[in-house]
Structures are given as C-alpha cells and as structure tokens.
C-alpha cells in the first residue's frame, strides 16, 4: 500500500487541529478534526478559496444555529429545518461545497442548549473555524503538490499506453476482448489528464516574471493532451475496424502500419524533446513520419479499383490518421516556439513521480 501526499496530509491536518484545540482549551476538539478532514484540499489555490467559502458557510449555519435554538429550542425537528434552510442558504450564495461543514456546525451548536449558550455556540464556532484553518497551513507549508510533474507524466504515460496498442494492433497481435476490456482505463486516464491540467492551471506564479512561461506552458500542455486524446480515437477506431483493416490489400496494411510507426515515434520524441531528453540540435522532420499527401494519393489509388469500393467504412480511420498528424504538427510548433522563446526556463525541471 502506497501512502500519497494527501493522505498524508489529512493525518498531518487533524492532528495539528487537535493539538489547537488542546492548546485553546477548547472543549470537544474531535469536531475540529472533522472539519480539518472536510477542508482539506488538493491544491493550495483551492484550500485558500476553501477558507474563505468555509467562513461564509459556517457563519450561516452558527447564525441559523443560534437564532432558531433561542426562539424555538433544540428539538430534533428544529434541527432538520435548520439543517434545510443552512441548505438552501448555501446553494443560495452559490457555496454549495460548503454544506457538509454548515451541516457539522449546526448539529455541534444545537446539539446542546445550555445556559451560557452564546459561548458554548462560539466555542463549537471556533472549533470549526480551527480545523478549517489546520487542514490550510498544513496545505500550505507540508508537501506543497508539484501538478506540472504529475500532469507530464499522467500524459506522457497515457501517451505510451496508447502507443504500445496502436502498435499492436497494426501487427494484428492483440486480442479483440483484451483491448475492449482496456478501453475504459484509457478513458479514466483521460480524465485525469484533464483534472491535473486544471489543478496545474490553478495553481498561482508569485512571479511576473513567470507569468507568460506559466502561459506557454499551459497552450502547451493542452496541445499535448489534445494530441494524445486524438491518438486514443484513432486507436478506438482501429479497434472499431479491425476486420475491415485486416482485409485490405497487403501492401497497403503496410502501408498504414510504416505510417502510423513514425506518427507514433514522432509522438514519443516529441515528448522526450520537451523534456530536453533529446538534443537541442535534433531536428524532428515530419515529413520523415508521415506524407500526408503521398499517403491519400496511395489509399485512393487502391480505392479507384472497383473491387475495394466497400472501403468506404475506413475513411474515418484515413481521417483520424491525417488529423493526428496534424495535431503533431502543432505541438511540434509549440515546442519549439517554447524553446526557442524561453531559453532560460527552456530546461523543463520536474520533480520525480510523486503518488496522488
């Protein structure tokens, strides 16, 4: 079992808020650990907008708390009304990842009616508002997340994936279920591409001076995902009509299995060159990997013969082969426009793998 940095640091959050608590002497210091486990988050930016929608949240529901228990008391039934208004309150001001801990904080206030209520509401307030606070400084000074690391290697991993399968399945070595059954990972690994390209996205440069790098970085970044995302339709559609592909003429599977070879290697090297894995004076020439007029005036050739006029069903998959040339093409723009325009932020520096 592999322990990740925010496991880690959900521990590291309730602790410190029962250590607070403790220090306070604050009683009950269980429901500041609970609020630490709700407010922790997976980046900086998002646990500094936590605290403020937190406030907010937990503001409504101690003020709710508060009134409802001195006008009609703490039965049961009161509770749940409350519970529905702090609900309706919160989707109200458009804070609805604040309701679990408006919830918490109602049922902690209500729970007793004693009579120093104010303070004892205050004291369950406060505890709140500390474990809030913990699972922040804790997001902030422990393991800060490095999301441009994770977010190169979930696509440069996904990337090879997929690779290793369109390979496959040109040479006719895969077995049809074995693939099926791998579809839906593949279609997981997309999405959180796009959830660590997001986090990445968000998070803040401290720095004018890493700005605009910080934007390149990003045009490039979504380039890369763009390419592998077209790489993993060509390889559903090569799965979709692999019948079709193992019935064409010979020369031409041989054709389409030289072509997509160099796409794909151009693909790796292109990730390898952005991460100064290959020399600078390495030119990648596309032309090498894929002619794209060369490859349609063959395909058409064979399709002129009357005979093969059934390969109309493979069009798409011609298509889908032109298209992530294409979007190669743009990420090796990208690339070297990146290199040749920052030099100096030109090495990519990223961390090793960090578990999630």
């Not at 907010?56 to 039934?77: D, E, K």
């Amino acid at each position: 079992m592999k322990l990740g940095a925010r496991m880690i640091k959900t521990g590291l959050a309730i602790s410190l808020s029962i250590y607070l608590a403790m220090l306070f002497q604050l009683d009950q210091p269980a429901f500041a650990a609970i609020a630490a486990t709700f407010a922790i988050q997976p980046s900086i930016y998002r646990s500094y907008q936590t605290i403020l929608e937190q406030v907010q949240g937990n503001l409504v529901g101690a003020i709710f708390a508060i009134i409802f228990v001195i006008l009609l008391g703490n039965n049961p039934f009161v509770i749940g009304f409350v519970v529905v208004l702090v609900i309706a309150a919160n989707l109200k001001m458009k804070i609805a990842k604040t309701i679990p801990l408006s919830i918490v904080t109602v049922i902690v206030i209500m729970e007793s009616h004693t009579e120093n209520f104010i303070g004892f509401a205050i004291d369950r307030f406060l505890l709140i508002m500390l474990g809030v606070l913990s699972a922040f400084l804790v997001n902030l000074v422990f393991m800060p997340p490095k999301y441009e690391t994770k977010l190169y290697y979930k696509i440069s991993d996904h990337t090879d994936e997929i690779i290793k399968w369109i390979r496959m399945i040109t040479r006719h070595a895969t077995e049809h279920s074995a693939l099926k059954e791998d579809l839906p990972h593949l279609k997981e690994n997309r999405f959180k591409m796009d959830q660590y390209y997001l986090l990445y996205k968000e998070e803040r440069t401290y720095f004018r001076s890493n700005k605009y790098t910080k934007t390149r970085k990003l045009v490039l970044y979504r380039q890369m995902i763009q390419t592998t995302n077209k790489a993993l339709e060509l390889l559903k559609s090569l799965h979709r009509h692999e019948n079709e592909m193992n019935n064409m003429p010979e020369p031409l599977q041989e054709l389409i299995q030289l072509k997509l070879d160099g796409l794909t290697n151009f693909h790796e090297q292109m990730l390898l060159k952005y991460t100064d894995k290959i020399r600078a004076q390495h030119t990648l020439d596309m032309d090498k990997a894929i002619n794209k007029k060369a490859l349609m005036t063959c395909i058409m050739s064979y399709y002129k013969n009357p005979e093969n006029e059934d390969w109309i069903e493979l069009f798409p998959v011609f298509a889908l082969i032109i298209d992530y040339a294409d979007q190669l093409e743009h990420l090796n723009t990208l690339v070297e426009s990146f290199k040749n325009y920052h030099q100096e932020d030109s090495e990519v520096q990223l961390d090793q793998r960090l578990e999630d």
